[in-house]
T-cell receptor
Framework: NAGVTQTPKFQVLKTGQSMTLQCAQD?????MYWYRQDPGMGLRLIYY???????DKGEVPNGYNVSRLNKREFSLRLESAAPSQTSVYFC???????????FGQGTRLTVV | QKEVEQNSGPLSVPEGAIASLNCTYS??????FFWYRQYSGKSPELIMF????GDKEDGRFTAQLNKASQYVSLLIRDSQPSDSATYLC????????????FGKGTHLIIQP
């Protein structure tokens, strides 16, 4: 039982390049989330998907897009990476009754 | 703006003592509350959740909730060096699936 799996674990991008972060969960959770974590800023919500077929903006959505591909998978796309998007990105999922979030192992992204 | 406040620390506690971590939140309508532990370079790991006023105990950990004071705390009894980590307080403001709001975390150091 893998839980929440993110790929890749590390990535270096040049400014202006694009990439997609992948996330999959095998806990049959309805809701999935993308957070970023920066020193001194804590975890901030980028986008979330409360259920399959829906997505909504979180606190810091600018520069990102998401796709809820199916119940298991939720991807985050950076269309034109900027140095300000250098961060650690975490995908998480949660159930319906108990809304605690379970996190993937994170993607450390550096934009140069 | 829904906020969750924590003292960033570091909080230094001798091995075997009780570590007390505190958190306040701004949204009086918040329904559920969580404590996560995060080791350096790792993803957040759920320790406890609490929904009702009062205390909830799980092994060496006790979560305390006071909704009137908008205050959540985590007590760690018989602190061990392996408890050294950053502890994140998180709140689900609406009780739904629109994500958790996190504090910036308290860095706890257990001194052998």
């Amino acid at each position: 039982n893998a839980g929440v799996t993110q790929t890749p674990k590390f990535q270096v991008l040049k400014t202006g390049q694009s990439m997609t972060l992948q996330c999959a969960q095998d806990m049959n959770h309805n809701s999935m989330y993308w957070y970023r974590q920066d020193p001194g800023m804590g975890l901030r919500l980028i986008y979330y998907s409360a259920s399959e077929g829906t997505t909504d903006k979180g606190e810091v959505p600018n520069g990102y897009n998401v796709s809820r591909l199916n119940k298991r998978e939720f991807s985050l796309r950076l269309e034109s990476a900027a140095p300000s998007q250098t961060s650690v990105y975490f995908c998480a999922s949660s159930g319906v009754v108990y809304t605690e979030a379970f996190f993937g192992q994170g993607t450390r992204l550096t934009v140069v | 703006q829904k906020e969750v406040e924590q003292n960033s620390g570091p909080l230094s506690v001798p091995e075997g003592a009780i570590a007390s971590l505190n958190c306040t939140y701004s949204d009086r309508g918040s329904q559920s509350f969580f404590w996560y532990r995060q080791y350096s370079g790792k993803s957040p790991e759920l320790i406890m959740f609490i929904y009702s006023n009062g205390d909830k105990e799980d092994g060496r950990f006790t979560a305390q909730l006071n909704k009137a004071s908008q205050y959540v705390s985590l007590l760690i009894r018989d602190s061990q060096p392996s408890d050294s980590a950053t502890y994140l307080c998180a709140v689900n403001p609406g009780g739904g699936a629109d994500g958790l709001t996190f504090g910036k975390g308290t860095h706890l150091i257990i001194q052998p």
